[in-house]
């Protein structure tokens, strides 16, 4: 199986501060067909999974754009430019190359 | 608007079975691939079983197999997961999870719901 390491486990920012979670696969993400399937979720609190980015740095509908998302292979990253109160929640990676999907173990965003 | 509404959780003794169902609204089930994800109280995310829009293939996670049965209802617009023999480490939020059109992943998420195997 892939297994996916977010890192750091849980950050604490001050708003209006940058953030930036790590997430590594332990195999390339990256398919025959060109596209790379590394998804990007936010859970807030007693909330389910949302989803923030698709195939590493597609923004979904009616996330803001202070989110961004980058990286290739097995080496990825979610930004947030500019934090705000309303980010806190848990930050989950996922690959959906190989069964079975994998998450990593999560990032707890926590506001200063 | 898209829509997953569970349904079937409870409290279960270990041994025990339950069948987890998944009303979809807002869009055409049978156009969508489907995923059951897990979540033990105070962990991480776990990802359960898949289904195609025709019905197969079918996957499952091994902490499940031979256990679980996922499976669909394109005419009614229901996903369903048949769970027989739950053990305790099987206690968690169950979420139906819709695969996007664009391809492999997950786009939607249902609000869940907890399934607790004790005796």
Not at chain 1, 66 to 89: N, W, Y
């Amino acid at each position: 199986d892939i297994v996916m390491t977010q890192i750091p486990p849980s950050l604490s920012v001050t708003p209006g501060q940058p953030a930036s979670i790590s997430c590594k696969s332990t195999q390339s993400l990256l398919d025959s067909d060109g596209r790379t399937y590394l998804y990007w979720f936010l859970q807030k609190p007693g909330q389910p999974p949302q989803l923030l980015f698709y195939e590493v740095s597609n923004r979904f509908s009616g996330v803001p754009d202070r989110f961004s998302g980058s990286g290739s292979g097995t080496d990825f990253t979610l930004k947030i430019s500019r934090v705000e109160a309303e980010d806190v929640g848990v930050y989950y990676c996922m690959q959906c190359l190989h069964v079975p999907r994998t998450f990593g173990q999560g990032t707890k965003l926590e506001i200063k | 608007e898209v829509q997953l509404v569970e349904s079937g959780g409870g409290l279960v003794q270990p041994g025990g079975s339950l069948r987890l169902s998944c009303a979809a609204s807002g869009f055409t089930l049978g156009n969508y691939d489907m995923n059951w994800v897990r979540q033990a109280p105070g962990k991480g995310l776990e990802w359960v079983s898949y289904i195609s829009s025709r019905g197969r293939p079918i996957y499952y996670a091994d902490s499940v197999k031979g256990r679980f049965t996922i499976s669909r209802d394109n005419a009614n617009n229901f996903l369903y997961l048949q769970m027989n023999s739950l053990r305790a480490d099987d206690t968690a939020i169950y979420y139906c999870a819709r695969d996007p059109a664009w391809g492999t992943g997950i786009d939607y998420w249902g609000q869940g719901t907890l399934v607790t195997v004790s005796s």
